[in-house]
Nanobody, 122 residues
Framework: QVQLVESGGGLVQAGGSLRLSCAAS????????MAWFRQAPGKEREFVAL????????TYADSVKGRFTISGDGAKNTVYLQMSSLKPEDTALYLC???????????????WGQGTQVTVSS
């Protein structure tokens, strides 16, 4: 059974930083595509970042490039999202997802966590 458990969300002021974690079981972070998405109230689920540790590959949404960094720890089977220079528009529920394909499309992901809320105040 696959489980993805996110943590690390919270309330932060604009310009601040947070680090999100996604602990995986039933999936191997070092060989799977691992991604972060986010969803704000009334909006569609949006791609944030993707990593393939196996292929040494990362990609980011333009809106977060240069501010967010995705990384993976095979020993802990955990993926991280380091978020800096946060803006109020980054406020959303952040969800971890896993897939065999490296894609930005949320509809193609089979495995999802429950999410962790990030709120950025102005």
């Amino acid at each position: 059974q696959v489980q993805l458990v996110e943590s690390g969300g919270g309330l932060v002021q604009a310009g601040g930083s947070l680090r999100l974690s996604c602990a995986a079981s039933g999936r191997t972070v070092s060989t799977s595509g691992m991604a972060w998405f986010r969803q704000a109230p009334g909006k569609e689920r949006e791609f944030v970042a993707l990593i393939s540790v196996k292929h040494d590959f990362t990609t980011y949404a333009d809106s977060v490039k240069g501010r967010f960094t995705i990384s993976g720890d095979g020993a802990k089977n955990t993926v991280y999202l380091q978020m800096s220079s946060l803006k109020p528009e980054d406020t959303a529920l952040y969800l971890c997802a896993s897939n065999d394909l490296l894609t930005r499309l949320p509809g193609t992901y089979r495995y999802w966590g429950q999410g962790t809320q990030v709120t950025v105040s102005s």
